[in-house]
């Protein structure tokens, strides 16, 4: 069943953690290197020096008053590289990371980012520890990436200190410790980082690692989302539906969901298919619902997902149809969805949209018991099935 908005926040540290790995959307959309010229080359290349040689590529990389073009773009990175310029090595690791103008070559790009990193480059730090924590280019390695993430924040790099609090917040790496994480958004968010300022208020408004306080949490969400990170307007919009810290606010609510939403956030698109489907600051609607449910649900958005497929299999606001339910249970179980499994298995118990078959309704189940889904368990107790 589709959690309603009021239940939303009341998140666990599972649901925490989530926004917060999300802030890595913030991070890697914002520029390497602030003092990379973006203006169009001036001077014959063979004139350049290394600085000047990365400007003109980069130039070339955005099509800054020239045409676009990231193969003239590599060439100049190479040249700066090979002249010793580490940021620009920096800039051919984004290239093989993104495949511009290159096949994507996520080791390739590890090796220039190590590359600039050694020479000591402290973004490129970052990237290396980066690709260590996501597994890019090289088997995941989270002690490795916090190792990387703390050379990094030692030679300045702003964009560090988030990551070392997430990891310290889903204990990666390190042992989990909530004071730990919440101590390293502060620094990330005293130093500008978007992603920590969103992580810092999500400390305040669960409560974790430092004192709960709605008041902070509203002013970190608002101080992220206005340093550029939009994913902030959904925490920003759940406050004002639950009135943490504020009077309840519907309207208002919608209206930061959909900023969130007009960013591209799934999760803000799940939030506004909520508000039409128990009709808070709106009319309900249940069409509209499942309209946004499918927008979060191709978004990537797990809950969006199941919202998605529990409405096919109730038929709110579309035509019950148990296949297309399960399509969406499937696609949101692959995507690591502990609640879609038991959906499945419910409808393996039942027969609905599949064969019936007990036995894979127990195995499923047991899955999302073992991920800590309660109901799963009590179906499981409920039927004889505990081991």
């Known amino acids: 069943m589709a959690l309603s908005p009021k239940e939303l926040p009341h998140a666990s540290r599972r649901l925490a953690a989530a926004a917060l790995s999300c802030a890595v959307m913030c991070i890697v959309a914002t520029p390497i290197f602030a003092d990379t010229a973006s203006s169009q080359p001036s001077t014959a290349p063979a004139e350049?020096?290394?600085a000047k040689l990365r400007d003109a590529g980069y130039a070339y990389e955005i099509g800054n008053g020239i045409p676009q073009d990231y193969h003239k773009a590599m060439k100049l990175y190479r040249r700066a590289a090979d002249a010793g310029d580490g940021k620009a090595m920096t800039l051919v690791g984004m290239l093989y990371c993104n495949g511009l103008g290159v096949p994507k070559d996520d080791a390739t790009a590890l090796s220039w980012f190590r590359r600039a990193a050694?020479?000591?480059?402290?973004?490129?730090?970052?990237?290396?520890?980066?690709?260590?924590?996501?597994?890019?280019?090289?088997?995941p390695d989270n002690a490795n990436a916090m190792s990387w993430f703390h050379k990094a924040d030692e030679a300045g790099e702003a964009s560090a200190a988030e990551r070392i609090g997430d990891l310290y917040l889903n204990g990666k790496g390190v042992a989990q410790d909530d004071a730990q994480a919440a101590t390293w958004f502060a620094k990330g968010a005293e130093e500008g980082n978007s992603?920590?300022?969103?992580?810092?208020?999500?400390?305040?408004?669960?409560?974790?690692?430092?004192?709960?306080?709605?008041?902070?949490?509203?002013?970190?969400?608002?101080?992220?989302?206005?340093?550029?990170?939009?994913l902030a307007a959904k925490s920003i919009g759940v406050l004002y539906v639950n009135g943490r810290g504020i009077p309840t606010d519907n309207a208002q609510a919608m209206n930061w969901f959909q900023k969130g939403a007009n960013a591209g956030d799934g999760a803000a698109m799940t939030r506004i298919g909520l508000l039409y489907a128990y009709g808070l600051g709106v009319t309900k609607d249940h069409v509209n619902a499942m309209v946004w449910f499918r927008r979060a649900a191709e978004a990537g958005d797990l809950q969006g997902t199941t919202n998605l497929a529990d409405g096919y299999i109730r038929g709110d606001g579309v035509a019950q149809d148990y296949s297309k339910?399960?399509?969406?249970?499937?696609?949101?179980?692959?995507?690591?969805?502990?609640?879609?499994?038991f959906a499945i298995g419910l409808l393996y118990e039942d027969g609905l949209g599949v064969p019936k078959d007990h036995k894979q309704a127990v195995a499923l189940t047991r899955i999302a018991a073992a991920a800590g889904n309660k109901s799963a368990g009590k179906w499981l107790a409920d039927h004889g099935e505990v081991n």
């Open 195 to 230: 992603a920590a300022m969103l992580g810092l208020g999500a400390m305040y408004d669960h409560g974790m690692g430092v004192p709960q306080d709605y008041a902070k949490a509203m002013q970190w969400y608002q101080k992220s989302f206005d340093a550029g990170c939009p």
């Open 48 to 50: 350049m020096t290394a």
């Open 118 to 139: 050694e020479g000591g480059t402290p973004r490129a730090m970052f990237l290396v520890g980066y690709c260590y924590e996501m597994g890019q280019g090289v088997s």
């Open 325 to 341: 339910g399960l399509f969406w249970y499937r696609r949101a179980a692959d995507a690591g969805s502990v609640d879609a499994n």
